[in-house]
């Protein structure tokens, strides 16, 4: 007995010399002193490109000579190239360069963009002229639009390289760090990392639009690109602080290695007390009935007991264009001197998320958990479909308000109407984004293993991207089909001869189809805690499964 405790206390003591002598990494890095560096970079971004998007249009009409609808197609299609090549990102700083690497590649070529589009405010060739100042402009030759082209590439580069990584990464830093990681703090985290992008653009729906408007484009871009290039800076001053978590194998590889060993094992019936294999290098997820076929990838039969690896390869492992228009015909004045920018009317839309997001976390979420047993007071998908309820209210609301300002409207005039009507309806689609987006990426966020976060937080920017590419279709679609006959487009540059309130809608109609979509989609999914409540005990207690 004395020889066993003798050998234990020698035991104890090497593991804690161990432990002393050998500093774990993740210890010296991360943790609240990165989030400065983090945040900023994203805000910054946020900033800077948020910056340049309200007055785009604007832009677009007086400096390239287009048409409402050419602007509006060309934006949404910018909009939607930033969200979708978030997946093309996340995928990347998954497999291959890790989130720190992306996100600073994503950083410079911002940067690079915005210099591009400064340069066509400061270079004459780069842009359509006049011959005069009362003739036509000429429309923007091929050279103009490949140069402009390029710069929304860049930029849209930058936002999908740092967009779907950015929150992830500023995760990895807290979830590494021993006192940081419970899942109240990466929560509270996420709330608090969206109000902070949310300050920045209303920084940039009010002073970025203003400098604009008062001190024209060459002024306004040459700010945005000052504040790019302190975005990428404040990211790489803080590299030597962060947790650089490395990039896992392809998930394409590991895809088809899961159709390969399913197939394989096509002929083999699932049973009741079925092992099956777990990677060692993620957390461990659980099995669903939902696509049941795909767990045959990874049961455990038949193997050699000598055996200490396995071949993966026989086993797997588990739109607010068209509302700026609308303020520009109105007034907008709120004293005899000063007159708002109509493109700064979107920061009702950010205050009011802003506002509900701190209202949430810090007073709602807390009274909801005592009678929804939530951690977060509300399930994501109640929140979600709150979002997508408010969404069809807010198109309800500027569909009145447009028929209102329109009755009042002359031709090419300025409406004797308060552009504060528009207020109601930039509010509710605030709320309606405060609960549908963070819903979403929590969503997500906690379906997916960890290895996947960036990939989790990048099919909130998919969405984006369709809802982008399919606004850009829906408008050219409508406007094809209201000129038929030599009749006036509803989407017509000048708003008071089109039909707005009729468009609007339109996307009232399609919000209701959505959520009635959504609707049966919560119908089908069944969510993986109800698939562990479902498991035996024994199971529970046995696996460490992820909920």
């Given at each position: ?258 159709l390969v060993v399913a197939f394989n094992n096509r002929r083999i019936h699932l049973l009741p007390d079925d092992c099956y294999n777990h990677s060692e290098e993620t957390d461990q997820v659980e099995l669903t009935d939902n696509l049941r076929f795909l767990n045959k990838a990874c049961v455990l039969r038949d193997l050699n007991p000598n055996s200490s690896k396995l071949d993966p390869w026989s086993v797997s492992t588990i739109e607010k264009t068209f509302p700026t228009l609308q303020a520009k015909t109105m007034n907008r004045h709120v004293t005899s001197w000063f007159e708002v920018p109509a493109a700064s009317f979107n920061i009702f839309m950010i205050m009011t998320l802003t506002i509900w997001i701190a209202f949430y976390d810090c007073v709602l979420a807390p009274f909801l958990v005592k009678y929804t047993h939530q951690p977060r007071g509300l399930h994501p998908k109640t929140r979600m479909g709150i979002g997508l309820v408010i969404a069809i209210v807010a198109m309800i609301v500027s569909a009145i308000v447009e028929i209102i300002r329109r009755n009042k409207a002359g031709l090419n005039t300025t409406v ?132």
């Amino acid at each position: 007995m004395e020889g066993d405790s003798n050998q234990l206390k020698s035991s104890i003591h090497t593991d804690l010399q161990t432990e002393l002598l050998v500093p774990n990494h993740h210890d010296r890095k991360g943790g609240m002193r990165t989030m400065p560096f983090i945040i900023v970079n994203e805000a910054f971004e946020r900033l800077a490109n948020y910056g340049l998007m309200p007055n785009m249009i604007f832009y677009l009409m007086e400096v390239y000579n287009m048409e409402v609808v050419s602007g509006t197609s060309i934006l949404s299609i910018w909009s939607a190239l930033s969200n979708g090549l978030s997946i093309f990102g996340a995928f990347i700083s998954d497999s291959y360069l890790g989130r720190f690497r992306v996100i600073a590649i994503g950083s410079f070529s911002a940067l690079l963009g915005m210099i591009f589009l400064w340069l066509t405010s400061v270079v004459p060739q780069l842009t359509p002229s006049c011959d005069g100042p009362d003739t036509s402009c000429n429309p923007p030759s091929l050279i103009h639009l490949v140069f402009l082209y390029t710069c929304f590439i860049l930029l849209s580069i930058g936002s999908g390289c740092i967009r779907p990584c950015s929150i992830a990464f500023g995760a990895d830093q807290l979830k590494h760090h021993p006192s940081l990681s419970n899942e109240r703090v990466i929560e509270r985290y996420f709330n608090w990392y969206y109000a902070s992008v949310s300050i920045s653009t209303i920084i940039a729906l009010t002073a970025m639009v203003y400098i604009q408007e008062q001190l024209g484009w060459q002024v306004g871009f040459a700010i945005a690109v000052l504040i790019m290039l302190c975005s990428a800076l404040m990211f790489v001053l803080g590299s030597s602080l962060y947790v650089k978590v490395k990039a896992s194998e392809s998930l394409f590889t590991g895809l088809v290695q899961v159709l390969v060993v399913a197939f394989n094992n096509r002929r083999i019936h699932l049973l009741p007390d079925d092992c099956y294999n777990h990677s060692e290098e993620t957390d461990q997820v659980e099995l669903t009935d939902n696509l049941r076929f795909l767990n045959k990838a990874c049961v455990l039969r038949d193997l050699n007991p000598n055996s200490s690896k396995l071949d993966p390869w026989s086993v797997s492992t588990i739109e607010k264009t068209f509302p700026t228009l609308q303020a520009k015909t109105m007034n907008r004045h709120v004293t005899s001197w000063f007159e708002v920018p109509a493109a700064s009317f979107n920061i009702f839309m950010i205050m009011t998320l802003t506002i509900w997001i701190a209202f949430y976390d810090c007073v709602l979420a807390p009274f909801l958990v005592k009678y929804t047993h939530q951690p977060r007071g509300l399930h994501p998908k109640t929140r979600m479909g709150i979002g997508l309820v408010i969404a069809i209210v807010a198109m309800i609301v500027s569909a009145i308000v447009e028929i209102i300002r329109r009755n009042k409207a002359g031709l090419n005039t300025t409406v004797d109407m308060s552009a504060m009507w528009l207020v109601p309806q930039y509010a509710l689609f605030g709320l309606a984004e405060a609960f549908n987006s963070i819903g979403q990426m929590e969503f997500y966020y906690s379906e997916l293993s960890k290895s996947m976060s960036s990939i989790a937080i990048s099919l909130f920017m998919v969405s984006n991207a369709i809802s982008g590419l399919v606004g850009s279709l829906l408008v050219n679609v409508v406007d094809a089909l209201t000129t038929k006959g030599g009749n006036i487009s509803w989407l017509s540059s000048d708003i008071n001869e089109g039909h707005l309130d009729y468009y609007y809608w339109l996307l009232g109609l399609l919000n209701l189809l959505n959520f009635l979509y959504y609707l049966v989609c919560c119908r089908v999914h069944r969510s993986s805690s109800s698939s562990q409540n479902r498991l035996s005990p024994e199971l529970r207690e046995g696996s460490d499964f992820r909920h």
